[in-house]
């Protein structure tokens, strides 16, 4: 009787705990507080033994278990498909915005050569970001707040008392000037060399990335990222071999790494300076610096109109269809880097980046005249390898070895049953033999 009852307490438990708590066997935030219904059964004759109860009641249990985590590893399974299928088309969407803004700018300076222009028309379509966070909030939060209580709740981001002239001046503005020096060196470097290389030179802004969080931020050192950085540089100096050190391609292969650099510089200081943001803290912080673009370096423009640095006959003659599309596939391509980790893996994304490179290639080959030697190709895949190798997970040694110890114990566990197998055979093959001669 109380072996009885203290499986019914541990039945009711296993209940309780499903209920209330995660289900961490399936480690997926998806799965928290899932009820687990219908699993109740008819109690056992009374009239039995207890070693029978406690048979029946352990069987009861560990079916119970085994059916609730079937039923788990298959809505995660599910979950990670989904996932999957969304970043299959995540990578498409980075990879064509991104290939596609490249090809457009370069069609824009042949018709407006204006580097700085359309950086700030550019940069100025981040005022975008937040009113588009914003009705996505509406569309999906339970709890709808008014812009201006949203503004305030992200603002909470710089601190306690919000989005002042020191924190603007302090921590937005020089990030501001960061992103602008990212993409005038990257349309200045369009300008000198062509496509593919810019694309493919620009990826090595991940082993910067490293190199500097490993310096300022004492990240963990992994010697498979040294490596990536060393094919990283070792691609630039091929890069620069593979068109004869001429002066033309030597100063757009300076533009493109000062710009990798300036990108590389930015995404170490906002996490040693700001942190992590949340989704509308990002898209707050974005809006602001397209604002600050806007209201402050209006005049630059203007001087270099001036100037005849940068001029135009008049506004209706400007490719504004050009424009228009580098800024929106710019502006698509930072919306699914910055909020794309939503809905699929980070790695996804950045696969889309690196996929750019050889789209590039195919549209350089047709459209420009463009010869891939040798050198040029083993640059490439260097340098896109080293990027590879840079999305590697920092415990993936680790990986390597459960799954090696794991195939090891499937081979040995298969071993025994091979021969019990064709021990088996070999004693109904016996038996079958001695009924032969009985009968004879």
Request: proline content about 3%; glycine content about 6%; some cysteine.
């Amino acid at each position: 009787m109380r072996l009885e009852l203290r499986l019914s307490e541990l039945v009711n438990m296993k209940k309780h705990s499903a209920r209330v708590a995660p289900l961490s066997a399936c480690n997926s935030p998806v799965l928290t507080l899932t009820k687990v219904r219908g699993e109740d059964r008819p109690r056992e004759n009374p009239m039995g033994n207890a070693d029978g109860q406690a048979m029946v009641g352990g069987a009861g249990v560990e079916s119970g278990a085994g059916r609730q985590r079937l039923h788990c590893c298959i809505r995660v399974t599910a979950v990670q498909v989904r996932k999957a299928i969304w970043g299959v088309a995540m990578v498409m969407c980075v990879c064509s915005s991104w290939a596609g803004s490249t090809q457009l700018a370069k069609l824009t300076f042949k018709q407006y050569d204006a580097p700085f222009t359309l950086t700030w028309f550019t940069t100025t379509w981040n005022c975008l970001f937040f009113p588009l966070y914003y009705i996505g909030h509406l569309c999906k939060s339970p709890e709808r707040q008014t812009p201006k209580q949203r503004f305030r709740e992200c603002c909470r981001f710089f601190g306690d008392d919000g989005l002042t002239a020191k924190v603007f001046f302090t921590k937005v503005a020089p990030f501001g000037l960061l992103w602008i020096m990212t993409n005038y060196l990257y349309l200045q470097a369009l300008r000198k060399i062509n496509s593919t290389d810019v694309s493919a030179l620009f990826c090595c802004n991940k082993a910067f990335v490293f190199l500097l969080s490993w310096i300022v931020l004492r990240d963990r050192f992994m010697g498979v990222r040294i490596v990536a950085a060393i094919l990283a540089i070792a691609g630039i100096v091929m890069l620069t071999y593979a068109d004869g050190f001429h002066s033309h391609s030597v100063i757009g292969i300076t533009f493109v790494v000062a710009s990798a650099s300036a990108s590389a510089l930015y995404k170490v200081l906002f996490k040693l300076v700001l942190g992590s943001a949340k989704f509308g803290e990002a898209a707050l912080f974005l809006t602001i610096v397209g604002g600050a673009n806007f209201v402050l370096l209006s005049f630059v423009p203007v001087i270099l109109y001036f100037t005849h640095v940068e001029y135009f006959t008049s506004i209706a003659d400007l490719p504004w269809a050009y424009l228009c599309g580098v800024a929106g596939l710019l502006l698509a391509f930072n919306i699914l880097v910055n909020f794309g980790i939503a809905i699929t893996y980070p790695t996804l994304i950045s696969l889309g980046i690196v996929l750019s490179v050889p789209v590039n290639a195919v549209v350089d080959l047709y459209t420009c005249d463009i010869h891939f030697n040798t050198v040029r190709l083993i640059a490439v895949f260097i340098i896109c390898l080293g990027f590879l190798m840079l999305l590697l997970p920092e415990d993936w040694d680790q990986c390597l070895i459960e799954l090696g110890t794991k195939l090891r114990k499937r081979e040995q566990t298969a071993e025994p049953a091979e021969t019990g197998t064709s021990s088996g055979l070999n004693w109904t093959r016996r038996a079958r033999t001695s009924m032969s001669t009985f009968s004879h």
